[in-house]
């Protein structure tokens, strides 16, 4: 069971999303292709391309591989590449500026964290984006000694208690980010009302954000016990 949500969850994170994004492209090209068909062949050629990158992604989901986007561990510039991707092309609306900020010196973050991390700022960002109708989308990443932080804010619409609450079927991207954090114990906090944005925030112990490779191995194998534990203690 959990390596079936586990699966799930990646797909809804990369093949699920690339795929929408192949569609808004397609869109994009079918829209300007009467009028201006050099650059509607030019989009076409950039949908196959991200196409190309959409099985490499859904191959690596499957076999749990790493994201190629974080080989040098730089969290931030992974970020941003996802914000470049998101308003690349987005010729059917306004795109909201996107801005990745860090504070405090950047530290080397546990693999499996930076992994988490990465794949709950892509959700955070891609809702935003989409759905918040928001002017602008700030990502904070936070280097602090104690606890290592992630947070993502827009000025968007916002959205209403009943959808913080209920898991639409066939949808994973709250519920998703929520069990990315719970992985790396850490703890995902989300701040919205209508009409004043959307916060999520993710927060994990510095100790295990920040782990040696001898501690990354004690963090391995904290996690696979609470993985253990908590199927002794379900019903």
Do not use: C
Request: hydrophobic share 35%; proline share 4%.
């Amino acid at each position: 069971m959990s390596e079936r949500i586990r699966i799930a969850r990646e797909l809804h994170d990369t093949l699920l999303q690339s795929f929408h994004g192949l569609l808004l492209r397609f869109q994009s090209a079918s829209n300007v292709l009467p009028g201006r068909p050099v650059e509607a062949k030019q989009r076409l050629d950039s949908a196959l391309h991200q196409a190309a990158q959409a099985i490499t992604e859904g191959r690596d989901a499957v076999q749990g591989l790493r994201s190629s986007a974080l080989e040098t561990n730089d969290l931030a510039n992974g970020i941003t590449a996802i914000a470049a991707e998101l308003t690349s092309d987005s010729s059917e609306i306004e795109s909201p500026a996107i801005d990745v900020e860090v504070q405090g010196p950047p530290r080397n973050l546990n693999p499996i964290l930076r992994d988490e991390a990465y794949r709950i700022a892509g959700e955070a960002l891609r809702n935003a984006f989409r759905h918040a109708q928001a002017r602008r989308i700030t990502v904070e990443i936070r280097y602090e000694k104690r606890h290592f932080h992630l947070t993502v804010r827009d000025d968007g619409k916002g959205i209403d208690d009943e959808a913080m609450l209920r898991q639409p079927a066939g949808h994973f991207g709250l519920h998703g980010m929520r069990e990315r954090a719970e992985i790396v114990g850490g703890r995902l906090e989300v701040w919205s009302k209508r009409d004043t944005g959307t916060e999520v925030e993710l927060s994990v112990p510095g100790a295990v954000a920040y782990g040696t490779p001898v501690e990354r191995s004690w963090f391995s194998k904290l996690i696979s016990g609470n993985s253990r534990k908590d199927e002794r203690t379900e019903p």
